[in-house]
């Protein structure tokens, strides 16, 4: 049994930018087997495009959700400060590899 593949686009808004927030992303994507990327927008917020099984989008969203739980000792805390997160379903791309930071 295969799991549905879903494409979701986070806008993730707050002080994300310029403090390692896509770096973490990344590594969250790859540890949960996602695949897509992460930029800097021009007006302050980073776009996260995760594609996958859809347990592990949902679970990236949840992390990067201003409510997640943040342990500030953690060495694979979450960087910097999210005010907002906004969830756009997508149409998933066959032709998408890897999870990168743009």
């Not at 002080?15 to 992303?25: A, D, H, M, P, Y």
């Amino acid at each position: 049994m295969t799991e549905e593949t879903v494409r979701t686009t986070y806008f993730v808004r707050g002080r994300v930018q310029g403090v390692g927030f896509r770096w973490w992303t990344r590594s969250r994507a790859l540890e949960l087997g996602l695949v897509g990327h992460a930029r800097n927008m021009d007006d302050g917020r980073v776009e996260v495009v995760a594609q996958g099984p859809a347990d592990a989008v949902a679970e990236l969203g949840r992390r990067l959700s201003p409510t997640a739980a943040v342990d500030p000792t953690s060495p694979r805390r979450r960087p910097g400060r999210v005010e907002a997160c906004v969830a756009l379903p997508g149409q998933v791309r066959p032709d998408v590899t890897g999870f990168v930071e743009k």
